[in-house]
């Protein structure tokens, strides 16, 4: 990788300061001045402030005063987590564990108790993004496909640790009642590299591919190409960019490919609902990474439920901050021996949705090719997977209540917004 759009080296670390204290920002930057790698790019000066310059900036690392005059440092820590993928570090004259816990709670990675030095500071900026991949600072321009503004252009993904748990199935149909219910602009990303079958969910005949974007290369990714690959959905309003038509093509998807595709869509549709493969392979790794919400996919089965557990531990490890996760149980059927409320207590998160099972509606809208968001409208199914798409463009709103909702303890994440 080159310089960066902005000039910047690729390995730069971009820092937002957020203190009401104009001196302390100051004082911050000043400690940071010499230091090549890390670039203040932004100070907000309270906690409205810091949620809009977040999403604008898309910052690496974000420094954050835990008392705010407008808001609690962590409350907005919490809200700009769901919003997008950064490093979080708190500051505080604080030093007591329960402050340093709540920080942690909400997914930040470093707590500094004031005054601190500047080697201090700096050893735990750099620890913070350790493991998690610098993202591309924000592009402009490029063409708009209708509504591509108010700060929406989110990245959601669609993932479950086990295969066949109702990842396409949800994607699809939750992709089209994100559009419904919107009226934004949505493309459907088929990352399932090697055995994707949107296509064939939303039967769409297509021989243009994700794979022409990845031999495009990034900075050949234009408006002419997005047209010519991603397939206008006959029966809804969204698009569609299938997976490749080998599976062979999946090897060729690095890191950097991945994601590159994924921020260059970004940049030309409001949400990028993205069906991930369940295995654990570089390109899902990256798609996770790259996402502002990981809408995680579980069934009352017992080894489905292992895997999320896992999956949890592992995201924790690689640094995906489960701060953007919401937890689906799909397939809810009271016969299966295990109750939602059981899963919830197990996995130690609140069910974001909960979709019911109906074999016999979701086989045949499969086997006609029509999602049946589309042709069942008022079947409990696709009520449950509207109101799903409805707290998904609740939680990604820019401008959605400040003020999340406390009801659940600390230990049960933060997933009932
Ligand atoms: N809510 C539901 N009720 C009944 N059946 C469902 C439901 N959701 C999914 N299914 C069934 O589960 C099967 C697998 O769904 P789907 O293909 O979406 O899973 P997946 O997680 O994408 O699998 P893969 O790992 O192969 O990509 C489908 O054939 C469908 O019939
Ligand atoms: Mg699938």
Known sequence: MGQQPDGRAPDTIRLLIVDDMAETAQNVQKLLHFERDIRVVGIASSGRDAIQKADQLRPDVILMDINLRDMDGVEVAEIIGRQISTCIVMMSVQSEPEYFSQAMSVGARGYLVKPFTSEKLVRTIRRAVENFPLAPPPTTGGYDRGGGTNGLRKIIAVY????????????????????????????LVDANLQNGDAHV???????????????????????????GTVIKHGESEI?????????????????????AILVELRDHFDYVVVDTGSSFSEATLSVLEVADLIVTVTTLEVTTIHRVSQFFQLAERVGISLSKVRLVCNRVEQYYGIRPNQVESQLRRRFFAQIPEDEKLVVASINRGVPFIVSQKAAPISRAVHTLAGRIAEVLAPQSDPTPSRRWPAFLGNNNS
């Open 160 to 187: 479950s640790p086990k295969g066949g748990a109702g990842t396409s199935v949800l994607a699809a149909n939750m992709a089209i009642a994100l559009q419904q219910t919107t009226q934004k602009s949505v493309v």
């Open 201 to 227: 969910l939303l039967n769409v005949n297509t021989s243009a591919s994700i794979d022409d974007l990845r031999e495009a290369g990034v900075g050949a990714i234009d408006q002419d190409v997005i047209d």
């Open 239 to 259: 698009g569609l960019l299938r997976a490749p038509l080998t599976p062979e093509s999946a090897e060729l998807f690095t890191s950097d490919a991945t994601k």
